[in-house]
Structure formats: structure tokens, C-alpha cells
């Protein structure tokens, strides 16, 4: 079956929104469609539109809409009145998600980790995170890093470095620094020696932490890409000074970047990871909080929440990973489609002198200016892609198609990128010459 994307022009009556919604919605008023179905890397709306999607859920719909074998788990469990939520109850599909964590994920890496799950948000996960750390090592201060997301509840909003974002928090976001990522005084400037240099000094003001926080590739700050070296380095950092590395890998996970943890190619082994958006497989709430087993301090309850029980999610994860990841062809061919990204990509960026940013499938383009990548997405939306932005200015264009999405699929979304950018550029220079 051959598709091509086909816009509606219609606007969609939201009236009902309007009235009825909060005014915080924010991706809806850049992607002005009501939808109804989705399959694959497509989307369609109620007015006969369909879309590719270059935005998969923020990365949470890594496998695409409603993956048939993901699906099909998810129709028997129900059509058997199998349990739908059950707090922390065991769950014949919890224990089938645990062994399938264990045996295809965790024992193949050589990785030994204890299992938390949380409220279903990445946040929450961070959250229960942030609060072990503390609590193990008796230290209060975190250190995050410069363009750094890790959720809006008041915990993780004080590791995000986004202005906009911790605004809305009304109380004084404390006890976390922001020190430099990797590139963040560009490319001569080593982050990480300023950073061991800082926490050696006893004088230097900065209180030894409890963790680092960090993302192997920034996905809501701008998809800046930590090298392998730097990761490594921070990774010792952490360890020299007792402070427990927690990888958030909540967008750049569930095989984002070529493997299914980020932080696998880089070498490092951190003390706490979180996972959350594409975890389940299908989009259903889910997170996950794990550590090293001597971490496990816990007392029951200590944190907990109602919907750590879903055991829809707990199918679709475990069928996600029964599917996926029990050999490396998947991930070999996540990595091929993220070189054709690549390619493409760096080829529309050198036309402009632009550049580009990102790791495996989550790659962009920087624009120059939010103003201008917001041209771009507006003129590929009206081609009939989804795409958003990133970065602290939404400078960054962003890629975030399905890991499952065809080579055709992808070079269709990418033609229609690459249109946009040369009409965004085009008018800019029309502007000057005038
Ligand atoms: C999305 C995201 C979060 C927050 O997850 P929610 O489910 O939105 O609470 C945390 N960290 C990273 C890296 C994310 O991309």
C-alpha cells in the first residue's frame, strides 16, 4: 500500500475546546486537526486528512501507532477479563513483564537492576529517583545540567532548565544546580573538568550532591548529544565524589538511539535509570524507576501511587519487548534508518551553512531561530507532516519519527522537510534582498 500524505484544509470546529479546556494545551494549536485514527507512522482526521508523524508521542510511540502485535496482546488480555489495574498487587501480567525485563533486556546486557514502578509519568519516575538518592546517601544538593528536561512536578521541574517551564512552579525550585552539558561554551570548553574542578574545591560552593542527573541526548532541550566521553567522565565524577548517577532515559530510551538504553554505547553503567514514554510500547502510561539492588532502601509505601498497576501497560511492554528486542535485528536497523537521517539531514543543513544535532532516530536541524523553525513546521504541517521543535529558543527542528517507520516513509517525511526548509530560506532571502 503506497500512501502519501493528503492535509485537510479544514480547521476542526473547537468550539468544544475552547469552551471547555484549559488554555495550557499547547501542541494542538500548532497542529490544528482533530483526529481519529492512527496506524503506523500515520495519523488521520476526521475531515479525510492523514499525516506522517514526525513527533511520535515525543518519543513515546517509538514502535508506531498501534502496532499489530502490541494490539492483538492487548485485545486477548482484555477479551479474557484479564486484571486492568491492581495497584501493586502481583499481576500474572506484572510477573510476565518482570521475567521479560530480566531475560531480554537486563541479563543480556549484563546488567543487574531492581525493578520500581511509580506513577505512570516520566516525572513521577524522576521523582522517586531524586528522592532515593537523597535518602541513600543523606546528601540534600543534585546536579542537573544546563537544558536539562526531566517533568513538571516540582522535584523534577527544579532539575529542568527551561525558564518557561519552571515559571509555573510558584514556589522556589531548591537544592539543584545546573551545571554546563557537554558544548554548552561550544566545543573548546571542557564541561566536565569545570565540573570536577568545582566539586574537588571545597571552596568552590557547590555542596556535594546526592546525584548527577543527566540525559545522554537532551531531548526537550535541543537534542544535544553528550559524547561518549563525556559520559564516561561524568560517570566517574559521580563516582569519585559518592554521588549516584542517574541516567533520565525516559526520551532517549526503549531504543532511540540505536540500542535500547542510551547509555549502552557510551559504556557507562548508571547507579539509577528512568524510563517511561515509549516503555509500554503503545502509549499507555507507564514508568519505571531502576537501580542497583544495594540501592533498594526502601520502606514499603515510602513512595508509592494508585496507578502503578496497569497491567494493559505491563502486556504492551512486555510484548514490546518479546517482539523487539530478543535479537539485534531491530536495533540494527533503527541504526541504519538513523544514518539515512542523518545523511539527509547534514546534506539540507550544509546547503545553509546550518547544522545539525542528535543521535540514532533523534536528530534535528537547527534553524538559526525559533521564528524560523517555526515557519519550517508550519509549512510541513500544511504538507501533511507532523513535526515540533526543541531547544531553549524551539530553534531545533525534530525528528522523532517511529523506529518502525519504512525507508519510504522516511525519505516522504524528509522530502517534505527539506521543501519547507528551502521555502523558509528562500522567503528569508526575498526579505533581505528587498
Ligand atoms: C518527557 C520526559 C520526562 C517527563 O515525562 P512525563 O511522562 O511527561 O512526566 C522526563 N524526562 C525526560 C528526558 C523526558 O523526555
Known sequence: MSLTPRPS??????????????????????????FTRAQGAWMYDDQGGRYLDFLAGCSSLNYGHNHPVLKQALLDYIGRDGVAMSLDLFTEAKAAFLE????VILKPRGLDY??????????????????????????????????????MTLGALACTGNEGKRNGAGVPLADVSHEAYDGYFGPDVDTAAQLERRLADGSSGLDAPAAILVETVQGEGGLNAGSFAWLRRIA?????????????????GCG??????????????????TMAKSLSGMGLPMALTL?????????????????????????TAAAALEHFWKDGNFAATVRARGTLLQTRLESMAERYALTTCGRGMMRGINAGSGERAEMITRACFRDGLIIETSGADDEIVKVLA????????LNMGLDILENALNAAMAAQFRVAAE
Not at 100 to 103: D, I, K, M, N, R
Open 9 to 34: 484544509k479544514h480547521m476542526p470546529d473547537a468550539e468544544i475546546y475552547n469552551r471547555m479546556e484549559s488554555r495550557v494545551r499547547s501542541y494542538c494549536n500548532a497542529l490544528p486537526r482533530q
Open 100 to 103: 521479560t525485563l530480566e531475560s
Open 114 to 151: 531492581k525493578a520500581m514502578f511509580t506513577g505512570p509519568t516520566g516525572t513521577n519516575a524522576v521523582e522517586a529517583a531524586l528522592k532515593l538518592a537523597r535518602k541513600v546517601t543523606g546528601r540534600r544538593h543534585v546536579i542537573a545540567f544546563t537544558n536539562g528536561f526531566h517533568g
Open 236 to 252: 566517574a565524577i559521580a563516582k569519585r565524589h559518592g554521588a549516584l548517577l542517574i541516567v533520565d532515559d525516559i526520551q532517549a
Open 256 to 273: 532511540r538511539t540505536g540500542h535500547f538504553f542510551s547509555f549502552e554505547s557510551a559504556g557507562i553503567v548508571p547507579d539509577i535509570v
Open 291 to 315: 537501580f542497583r539492588p544495594e540501592l533498594d532502601q526502601w520502606k514499603p509505601g515510602e513512595h508509592n501511587g494508585t496507578f502503578r498497576g496497569n497491567n494493559h501497560a505491563f502486556i
Open 402 to 409: 517511529p523506529l518502525t517507520i519504512t525507508e519510504d516513509e
